[in-house]
């Protein structure tokens, strides 16, 4: 059975451009990302709040690829208030599940972030605003990211534990 991938941080720590990098070695159709940002913010114009509509809908989306058996790799900034409890059930619901979390500092998200296109639209003190920290959750175990981390590494990493999830040993 194919693993439950989730990958976690702040904004601008690299979610969405590691889930696509790991996505992109696989034969399309056989891995679905997942991203918090464009189901709640393209698909249903919500705003982040608690028991969002989002939510809901993530878990779905998840577990409907994972029924037809890809590698389903959920990515947002899933704050653990929020999205905990569906991060849990999604974990319950499969074999295997493999937890990531970026923790970056403050400063190194906004480093990050300057290099995006999205930076001439949000300002640094709406960064501020987002920025959580790190957030564990309480029924999983992540591999943490830091800022020493290349794309290549976390990419490489994630690919080989999906193999190894693939194949029978975790």
Known sequence: MSPLV?????????KSTTAAAVQGRFERGRCAVVSQDVVRR???REPDE??????????????????????????????????GAMLGRLADSVDRSLFYGF???????????????????VAPEQMAAWYHGWQPLPFVEE????????????TDRIYRDI????NGIS
């Open 6 to 14: 989730v990958i976690r941080g702040n904004s601008a720590s690299g």
């Open 42 to 44: 393209n698909m249903i």
């Open 50 to 83: 608690p028991d969002g509509f989002n939510i809901e809908l993530i878990e779905q989306i998840a577990r409907w690829c994972l029924d037809r058996g890809m590698v389903v790799i959920v990515e947002g900034i899933l704050d653990a208030q929020r999205y």
């Open 103 to 121: 923790d970056l500092t403050f400063d190194q998200t906004l480093a990050r972030h300057s290099g995006r296109p999205l930076s001439a639209i």
């Open 143 to 154: 591999v943490r990211i830091d800022a020493n981390w290349t794309l290549d590494a976390v």
């Open 163 to 166: 193999g190894l999830c693939r």
